[in-house]
Nanobody, 129 residues
Framework: QVQLVESGGGLVQAGGSLRLSCAAS????????MGWFRQAPGKEREFVAA????????RYADSVKGRFSISRDNAKNTVTLQMNSLKPEDTAVYYC??????????????????????WGQGTQVTVSS
């Protein structure tokens, strides 16, 4: 059974940093692109960042470019989202997701939640002003 388990959420002041991790029980982790999405109260789930299986192709939402960084460790089946210069508007539940995409290049489709096959339960990130 596939499991994606997020960790690292919490409460932080504006301007601070958090590091989210996602551990995936995917048997063929390197066949999957990995993404992070978030959902704030009363809002739809939105794309944050994605990384190809090789780590060579990255996608970011405009709202997080220059502040967030996604990476993966294929030896450990993990993906990480480093979040710096956090803002109150970054407050949301953050979800890790896996998309079967054994291509080294991520297209814009990687930003669509409908592409993703597996999802984690989410981890809360709260940024206070």
């Amino acid at each position: 059974q596939v499991q994606l388990v997020e960790s690292g959420g919490g409460l932080v002041q504006a301007g601070g940093s958090l590091r989210l991790s996602c551990a995936a029980s995917l048997r063929t982790f390197t066949s999957y692109a990995m993404g992070w999405f978030r959902q704030a109260p009363g809002k739809e789930r939105e794309f944050v960042a994605a990384v190809s299986w090789s780590g060579s192709s990255l996608r970011y939402a405009d709202s997080v470019k220059g502040r967030f960084s996604i990476s993966r460790d294929n030896a450990k089946n993990t993906v990480t989202l480093q979040m710096n210069s956090l803002k109150p508007e970054d407050t949301a539940v953050y979800y890790c997701a896996a998309d079967f995409w054994p291509d080294t290049f991520l297209t814009a489709q990687a930003m669509g939640a409908e592409r993703y096959d597996y999802w984690g339960q989410g981890t809360q990130v709260t940024v206070s002003s």
